[in-house]
């Protein structure tokens, strides 16, 4: 008879525990439970065994392969953390464009103060000036009448666009209506200049 016939591994064969009640009610023999087997331990004897395992584990490993380990895991830490792959690329500074930087801060400080009449006055004076270039006037200031018949003469249109964007400036700032007309007859004036390039 097999020593394991009263082991879980036989609870599903067909009449293993009828066979086992029979032969206790018979009293023929003696029938013995291993517990240790199915996991039964004693409190003093399952602490002791786990103690003696950790302590037989250090006492077995050789000293030598446990600083090893540590010295991998220890570069292998290093690396991950403190240290990107590839070579180290140094930082590129942004080109800082000076003069864009003080117009828009300029810009600003005009918009927040109401500046639109000073910015549009300076812009006509501007494109007046470089119209009379073009025209071959020169630069000195010329007036307006002057400069209406030269556009004329040169282009063969009307000078009516011209004479919009070259109206003397109201004194108030203008409304932003106002200033999209006036930029609109400028668009209007710079696409004719380009159709007789100007």
């Keep these: 008879m097999t020593p394991d016939l009263g082991a879980n591994a036989y609870q599903t064969a ?42 037989d584990y250090f006492l ?4 030598m392969l446990v600083w090893v380990q540590g010295l991998v895991l220890l570069a292998i830490a290093l690396v991950a953390l403190n240290r990107r792959w590839g070579p180290l690329q140094p930082l590129s500074i942004p080109a800082v464009n000076n003069s864009e930087a003080y117009m828009a801060a300029l810009a600003g400080v005009l918009r927040r103060s109401g500046g639109t009449g000073f910015v549009l006055s300076q812009w006509q004076a501007a494109e007046r000036r470089r119209l009379q270039r073009q025209l071959g006037l020169g630069d000195r200031p010329v007036p307006l009448g002057e ?8 282009t063969g249109e009307s000078s009516a666009a ?13 409304a932003l209506g106002q200033l999209r007309q006036w930029f609109q007859s400028l668009a209007q004036l710079h696409r004719l200049g380009q159709k007789h390039s100007l």
């Design 147 to 154: 400069l209406l018949q030269s556009w004329e003469r040169r």
């Design 60 to 63: 077995r490993a050789p000293l």
């Design 162 to 174: 011209l004479a919009k964007v070259m109206a003397p400036l109201p004194e108030q700032p203008p």
């Design 14 to 55: 067909a009449g293993n525990y009828a066979f086992l009640a029979g032969l206790v009610k018979a009293g023929e023999a003696e029938l013995w439970v291993n517990e240790f087997s199915h996991g039964y331990r004693d409190r003093e004897t399952d602490d002791s065994a786990q103690q003696a395992v950790w302590g």
